[in-house]
């Protein structure tokens, strides 16, 4: 099983460096395409043909005028490109008639040459400026976060990226089908946030390319109603979307709000780490508020950006690996890390092929089948996932992995 773990890790290793290297050659080769297509290469081509031809005539128009210099072709090449490149050394220069005739003609055609080059390769940079304005470029980024969808609830995330510490370290890729202008207005309210646009469907893996989906670590799908989508269709999406995410980079660690708790199987097969099902919370808030006065401004306030403390997660320092939950309880607040309300510990699912035998029997099948017809979750039961323990017994062991819940 370890060497099975570290294979897997070399393997995963291995593909991202495989998909940086090859991200990078497809960034190279698009800028040489938008090169070819601007008529740059021919442009230098006529630039080369007047270095060229301008270095052979004032070279024999010097030659025969006497000794002014021009000992070769290459001096006739060296004095043409500082020429053209308006370095202008002035240790070779022209002395006859002919040949300061065919300078002036050489430093006109160069300047025209120059104007053309430079303006062109300034417009290749503005056009990909735009284009990217617009969400229609293929970005290059790396270790950046990804928010599929959008709805009027949408901003609060960024609201709440913008509060996370670092959080101006990585960028924040929205796929959807905004305006340009209502991303330039997110953009102006969020300035200490790297906000990137990708516009289009991001159930389609062409655009989550263009997000550079496979060097992602995280994505957020939110139902979607941006464009010419509504909430009517937007967990069917959302399903959509995680799966093509996943196909893209099985890496990822991936979270989806949806808007009806019967979609949660579909995005649990998808292997969605974090799904959260809107509205699931408000109707116990709002019913124990009505005996527990302060319970909404508690809940808000431990969940709510800004300053005052905050539930959150936290690594849990070796030393406390084998320790009580309440030896760990006085060590966080001991050392001023908050008040420790919870553990999160990794837990491996049992899958129903792990309890029948390894020969496929009429027995098994049938099995199968009863839990199938039962709308059993199968891929939900065999994924590994994660089990909260929150206030847990005082002598509960804190084990290896384990992350806490802190509120601080």
Known sequence: ??????????????????????????????????????????????????VLVAAIFVFVAEKTGGDTGFQNLFDGIWWAVVTVATV??????????????????????????????????????????????????????KNQLIIC?????????????ESVEGSGGFAVVLVNWMEVEAFDAAKARFPSLDLRFVRGDFTQEAVLKRASIK??????????????????NADERTILGCLAVRSDNP?????AEILRPESEQHLRRAKVE????????????????SVSKGLPRAARALLSPGPGPRLKEAPLPAALVGKTFAEASTWFIANGKGVLVGLLSEQKGVSLDDLLSDNTSAIDTFIKRKFME??????????????????????????????AFVIG
């Open 274 to 289: 974090n799904i959260v099902i809107n509205g699931e919370f408000s109707g116990y808030v709002l019913s124990a508020a």
């Open 88 to 141: 202008g050394y002035g240790d070779k220069y022209p002395v006859t008639v002919l040949g300061r005739l065919l300078a002036i003609a050489t430093i006109l055609t160069s300047i025209v040459l120059t104007a053309l080059i430079s303006g062109t390769v300034a417009s290749i940079f503005v056009e990909r400026r735009i284009r990217e304005g617009k969400g229609l470029q293929d970005l290059k980024l």
């Open 215 to 232: 060097t992602a670590v995280a994505c957020v799908i939110v139902p979607d109603s941006s464009g010419d989508n509504s909430f009517a």
């Open 149 to 161: 969808g959008w709805n009027p609830n949408a901003e609060a995330i960024l609201r709440d990226l």
């Open 374 to 403: 039962a709308e059993v979750d199968l891929a939900a039961a065999a994924s590994a996932g994660s089990a909260v323990h929150l206030a847990p017994k005082s002598d509960h062991i804190i084990a290896e992995g384990d992350l």
């Open 1 to 50: 099983m370890i060497h099975d773990s570290a294979g897997k890790r070399r393997a995963s290793v291995s593909r991202r460096a495989a998909e940086w290297v090859e991200s990078k050659l497809k960034g190279i080769r698009l800028f040489f395409k938008d090169i070819a297509t601007s008529g740059i290469l021919t442009l230098f081509g006529f630039l080369g043909a007047l």
């Open 251 to 255: 890496d990822i660690s991936v979270s």
